[in-house]
């Protein structure tokens, strides 16, 4: 048993890596606009299936597809963005909620009636991964998940980065503290809310990317994308990039070592997730950095 472990742990760095890229975007919109945008899935489906399109069944080489697909979806993001959620971003919370459940239905009913409803791969005929094997071959590797895993580290560096050093990364955190107090500072806020939606769209492009160059692509993949980074960013505390990236980490780890090392099916990857969710929640409710319960009431 414990000789497949190192390999367990490869398995998992994939796993995690693209669920921490997906919740970081996913955490960046719930930090501004206080809302869970169900839509942020669809967002990551959509990418992986503009890939397609552009690699599969135009032709296109990885990087014209890549382009392709983190543009398109970014210009949606925006559109989204500006003409949803901008009019209704005062008002009740339930209200863009709703929209974003609408947004979601729309985008794979989009899908479903251009592709249908059968499994699709980024697979071309002819194509073999490199694969690598370490430490007298407990571990193999093939060089599209390395190419996943460096690539989602990269995004999630680079994006830390931004937010820290930059201009508008510090107008965006100025705003996901207090709107208000953002805008007197002279910060415009919309403008700013619109380029959060276009980092958040195209890392949730991205994701749906490295996804698809793994998995299979199925038009209903974005709904439980949004449901694993809804539990990655409860778990590491809602509206924290660093407790995205640590409950991602966390999550991926138990999902594939309880399917690696037990007798579970592959079907039950969610009653594990979930039910751990759960007993660590009784432990700290608000999330590993969610802070306390009086600092989180005295916000």
Known sequence: MSEIIPQLIVIALIISSVYALIAAGLTLTFGVLEFVHFGYGEMAMLGAYLFYTAHISL?????????????????????IEKFTFRPVRDRQVFIPLVLSIGIAIILQSIVLIIYGGTTKNLYVAGDVATKFTFFNDTITITSIQIFIILT??????????FLKYSKTGKAIRAVSDDKEVAAIMGINV???????FAIGSALAALAGILIGLDRNLTPNMGMLLTVYAFAVIVLGGVGKLK??????????????????????????????IFGTLMLLLIFKPYGIFGGKKDEIESR
Do not use: P, Q
């Open 59 to 79: 032709g296109l080489g990885y990087i014209e597809s890549g382009l392709i697909s983190i543009v398109g979806v970014t210009i949606l993001g925006i559109i």
């Open 243 to 272: 407790g995205a990236i640590i409950g991602a980490i966390i999550i991926g780890f138990i999902e594939t070592f309880s399917l690696g090392l037990t007798s579970l099916k592959a079907s039950s990857k969610e009653l594990v």
């Open 190 to 196: 919309d403008r700013t809310i619109s380029i959060l």
């Open 152 to 161: 989602a580290i990269t995004a999630l560096c680079g994006l830390c980065i």
